[in-house]
């Protein structure tokens, strides 16, 4: 399965820029979003940044990533309000 994954710029550069995230360090093309300052969080999709997001999108994005985890290592209950608050109603 192919999930894009928030990674914070630890080394930027005008093409490519190294990353840190959930997966460890690596290094993600940055042509299709352009240059970003480090500390600047993106989402990876198979190598490539292909948005900015801000702090508040990174960790809601992580924690969804922690649930699917969760799921898909067969954990039988699974707070859905935990992992995806942002699937609530409001």
Known sequence: ??????????EAGEFVSRCKGRNGEENIN???IGSQPEGTWV???LGSARE???K???ATINKA???LSAIMGGAENIDIKEYFPDLEKK
């Open 65 to 67: 990533l922690d649930g």
């Open 52 to 54: 900015v997001l801000s």
């Open 43 to 45: 989402l990876n999709f």
């Open 30 to 32: 940055m042509m299709l």
């Open 1 to 10: 399965m192919c999930v894009g994954v928030p990674v914070k710029i630890i």
């Open 56 to 58: 508040e999108e990174a």
